[in-house]
């Protein structure tokens, strides 16, 4: 940093701001008034590295005044400029002021290859006329003219105070890379701030061009090189001279056009440039990845939906046309088949299940050991069947995985289920069933609540025999109603009459990690490992003694004479000889335990594998 005190001297100064302490009539002649010019003091911080030299440009205006006093048209410090300065402002007032300008460098002697005088130094930064538009070739050294400081002096209690000089813009020095060798024909760089770019040029540029152009667009921001005579290069070097700005937020764009009309995009973000520093910066342009055409939804055009002939699924917009078919078409695709021929995702964004209580899906789905991956449901208020699908009749369901969550209200009596919110009428299920779909339903008015990892509600002759079904995930029921809760890690409840054999030889695997839990304030709480609440005499069969139970498992109620159930099988086992929820052959089958699995009953009864049990345990 420079400190300067100006007096009046007869050669320029390189680095002095000089200013008259007296007028042409003396000042003891005046009676010490404070007519004249005083003596000022400069503060000058260091200029950057490639400053080659320091002129001083005033202009002065009164304090009701827009229109200048005058202003040092040679920007050059010497007698000649005090002479104007004095003859100009010889009397200063109270409240006028000095806005005084010190550029970097030699702006008369960097004239462009046209010969013609670019700006003097001085220029107001606010002014955006006067952005140039340039011919020839130009180097670094040519942002000199455009990089200045600004101070501001006030003439208070007779004397002109300090003029402390800030720097205005910072230099940034882009090396573009691109990814091949390419001609280039033009260069864009533009921003979403306003008025950042005051002066562009690049390096590099043949020092026999001749057609060398600036362009700048207010409107949209951009400054564009329109380069001629390049060769084939793979890195271009610009200089950007601009307005500091923080880029978190904001961004620079870079373009670069070839001779073919090809253009490669690069920007920079997140930098936050600093008024008189020199930034040297990396960017790699690349050519725009074209979009990927939409897929199309038509299902229909894959195939003739038949058995030999299945309608083929790839994408995901195939998966909602057919959702959108099911209620607003009003199909339940009852003879029709599907086959899932890749791995599709829903990308998170809200899934509406297939079918409807009205109008449940009839057909048949070959998952074709393909996962949908990515689905979300999520309901401020429902009720009747939530899941991939919402309820199914007489429909074949095999071979499929689907991941993803359910996050919902529940306003009635509701099945919810990772993949089937209720299997009625004959649905069957086999060959590989996965689930790995996260749960979390919250009850707030009426309606038995039925959860299951995998189904939420099988009924109505509906079966899983012969069946692989596994879960991993977290099931979270909070039942704020008025009756009760049944969930199950594969299975939240079954209904049916006469008994069904529904999971005859079904092996059913609830993996480590998963957790699976309920809460019912007034009803009360069935939870079991695999299956929820087969009522007494519905369930024939119990699953293979193949199956696992590696889950925890949670419940509790707080409503008197409700019970709390939990069991590593069926949750319905306060009457084990009855329902077989419970049954000893499994008693000590290494697949199935209960460890880290609590149930609570508040005011009623807490049972754990079929026997009662203290209220905590």
């Known amino acids: 940093m420079k400190t300067i005190n100006f007096i009046q001297c007869s050669i320029a100064l390189a680095t002095t701001l000089f200013i008259s302490s007296c007028s042409d009539d003396d000042d003891s002649a005046q009676g010490g008034s404070s007519q004249g010019i005083t003596t000022v003091e400069a503060i000058i ?45 010889p009397t200063p007032e109270e409240g006028n002021y000095i806005r005084a300008f010190y550029p970097a460098g030699k702006a008369k002697e960097k004239a462009n290859a046209a010969s013609t005088p670019l700006l003097a130094p001085g220029t107001d930064p606010t002014d955006t006329q006067n952005i140039l538009t340039q011919k020839g070739n130009a180097t670094q050294d040519h942002l000199s003219a455009f990089y200045y400081m600004y101070g501001v002096s006030a003439f208070e209690n007779g004397a002109i105070n300090t003029i402390e000089f800030q720097p205005q813009m910072a230099i940034l020095t882009l090396k573009i890379t691109l990814p091949a060798e390419v001609i280039p024909t033009t260069v864009d760089i ?23 152009k600036f362009i700048t667009n207010e409107s949209t921001n951009k400054v564009t090189l329109n380069l001629k005579d390049f060769k084939a290069l793979q890195q271009l070097e610009a200089n950007v001279l601009l307005f500091p700005v923080n880029l978190s937020g904001k961004q620079l764009a870079i373009a670069v056009t070839d001779e073919s009309g090809e253009v490669y995009n690069g920007t920079l973000e997140g930098v936050a440039l600093e008024k008189g520093q020199q930034y040297t910066l990396e960017v790699t342009v690349a050519k725009k990845e074209e979009p990927e055409p939409e897929p199309d939804e038509d299902y229909t055009k894959t195939g003739e939906g038949t058995e030999t002939s299945p309608w083929i699924i790839t994408n995901a917009a195939q998966l909602r046309a057919i959702s959108r078919d099911s209620k607003e078409a009003g199909k339940d695709f009852a003879g029709k088949h599907f086959k ?7 990308d998170g964004e809200d899934w509406e299940p297939i079918g409807s209580s009205t109008l449940p899906f009839a057909g048949t789905w070959n998952g074709n050991n393909k996962t949908i991956s990515d689905m979300k449901i999520s309901a401020v208020s429902t009720s009747k069947g939530i899941g991939f699908f919402a309820h199914t009749k007489s429909a074949k369901i095999t071979n499929l995985t689907v991941t993803g969550s359910i996050d919902i209200t529940a306003t009635d009596a509701t099945q919810t289920g990772g993949i089937i919110g209720q299997a009625a009428n004959s649905t069957i299920l086999s060959g590989n069933i996965r689930s790995e779909v996260n749960i979390t339903v919250k009850a707030t008015v009426k309606g038995d609540i039925k959860t299951g990892g995998i189904i939420g509600e099988l009924t109505s002759s509906s079966s899983v025999a012969g069946c692989d079904l596994s ?27 006469p008994a069904i054999n529904g999971m005859a030889n079904a092996k059913c695997v609830v993996i480590q990690g998963s957790t699976i839990s309920t809460e019912s304030k007034t009803g009360t709480a069935w939870l079991g490992g695999f299956l929820g609440n087969a009522a007494p005499g519905l369930l024939a069969e119990l699953p293979a003694t193949s199956s696992q139970m590696s889950g925890i ?3 509790k109620t707080y409503n008197t004479n409700k019970d709390a159930i939990i069991c590593y099988a069926i949750g319905w086992s306060k009457n084990a000889a009855a329902t077989k929820g419970f049954n000893e052959s499994f008693k000590d089958n290494a697949n199935y335990n209960l460890e880290g699995s609590t149930v609570t009953s508040e005011k009623g009864k807490a049972y754990k594998n079929g026997e009662e049990v203290s209220k905590t345990e």
Do not use: R
């Open 45 to 89: 911080p260091e200029p950057m590295l490639w400053n080659t030299d320091n002129t001083i440009a005033l202009y002065a205006k009164k304090a009701d005044s827009e229109k200048n006093l005058f202003y040092t048209e040679d920007s050059q410090v010497s007698e000649a400029t005090f002479e104007a300065v004095k003859k100009a402002f």
């Open 190 to 212: 533009s921003t979403n701030g306003k008025n950042l770019i005051k002066s562009v040029n690049c390096n590099n540029y043949p020092t026999s061009a001749a057609d060398f």
């Open 340 to 346: 899932l021929d890749a791995d599709i995702s829903l």
């Open 553 to 555: 498992l949670s419940a």
């Open 471 to 497: 879960y991993k995930g977290d099931i979270e029921v909070d039942n704020q109603g008025t009756d009760n809760a049944h969930t199950g890690g594969i299975i939240g409840g079954m209904v049916s009459n």
